[in-house]
């Protein structure tokens, strides 16, 4: 939404201070407006009032609403409002425009559309009036997202790691691996093989819950992902959390009744980075009391790490090992050949 330029002032006083603001001669804004200096000199001076028309040109030059001559009806008025607001933001960002005028297109079009799709509309509504809420809250620099799947979300975060990646996952692992989670897991082990550190610390019910996700685990591991598998009865309170760098942080509002992602939290701060910081580290020491399984090590002290694949040699062993240890007995190293 454009601003408007100070009430009460006249339009000719308004254009004046705006234009030296903004560095230009009346001749530069003249060109720009496409009318003559000379005409620019008289709206400032007050012996024009300029029409309509010219005023929403240099509403749109000077990035500001001008005021109004005060002869339109309220209807005209609106609409020339309109106008003047669309025409700053093309010049601002012509790209960002022709995307808000498609989509005012498209909600225009969807009047003439039957009622059945009626409850369609309404969900259109629903995702604009998201989008709103989350770029009124994009300056503060944290963002909640309310969605029902914020995996994409997340990814774009994600890419941005250049140094570490630390996350928590509180979820069942059959929403973190789903279809949308295929591209997510493919970046996580594109940036370990990078050079990117990638801690990721999974709360569990039971270790059997790994089995669907198995072969995630096991690339993960190959990549150098650690990987580090806890009780929830360890940790009851613990939170999604997603850290890129010291830059980033996600936080998942997880809803275990229904088993769905009810929020996200977004945010650059960095005493909110520090803070999930802290969270995750805390999770991890469990590891140094025995509460948790680095599966890394597990791999490693079982000789596991000999197999290039989870093939169906390795595969039974892995989920034997996996059992032991999360049932604290002593990992059975003798089914490995050496």
Request: glycine letters at 6%; hydrophobic letters at 40%.
């Amino acid at each position: 939404m454009s601003r408007s330029a100070s009430d009460g002032e006249p339009i000719g006083v308004v254009v004046k201070r705006l234009r030296r603001q903004r560095n230009l001669t009346q001749e530069t804004l003249a060109q720009r407006v496409g009318c003559s200096r000379s005409l620019i000199q008289q709206i400032e001076n007050g012996t024009r009032v300029p029409p309509r028309a010219q005023r929403e040109k240099l509403s749109a030059v000077l990035g500001e609403r001008l005021p109004g001559a005060g002869d339109e009806t309220d209807a005209e008025a609106a609409l020339s409002d309109m106008r003047i607001r669309f025409d700053i933001l093309l010049n601002q960002n012509s790209a960002i425009a022709t995307r808000a005028l498609s989509i005012a297109q498209s909600l225009a079009a969807l009047d003439d559309t039957d009622d059945i799709l009626a409850p369609l509309r309404d969900i259109a509504d629903r995702q604009l009036d998201r989008a709103e809420e989350v770029l009124t809250q994009i300056p503060s620099g944290s963002v909640v997202v309310r969605e029902w799947n914020t995996i994409i979300d997340w990814l774009t975060v994600l890419v941005r790691a250049e140094q570490r990646i630390c996350a928590i996952h509180t979820a069942e692992l059959g929403a973190i691996g789903g279809d949308v989670g295929d591209e997510y897991h493919r970046e996580i082990l594109a940036k370990a093989r990078s050079g990117v550190s990638v801690q990721r610390v999974y709360v569990l019910d039971d270790v059997l819950n790994i089995e669907p996700y198995e072969d995630r685990l096991w690339h993960q591991v190959k990549a150098g992902v650690e990987t580090i598998l806890v009780n929830r009865d360890f940790a009851p309170n613990a939170q999604g959390i997603l850290i890129v760098d010291d830059n980033y942080v996600l936080a998942g509002d997880y809803d275990f009744r229904r088993k769905e992602r009810d929020s996200s939290r977004f945010s650059t701060l960095r005493h909110d980075v520090q803070a999930a910081y802290r969270k995750f580290n805390h999770l991890r020491e469990l590891k140094n009391y025995g509460r948790a399984l680095v599966v890394n090590d597990l791999v490693q002290a079982t000789g596991l790490v000999r197999f290039a694949r989870l093939d169906d040699d390795c595969r039974p062993r892995f989920r034997a090992a996996l059992r032991r240890a999360w049932n604290n007995e002593d990992p059975d190293t003798e089914s490995v050949p050496r």
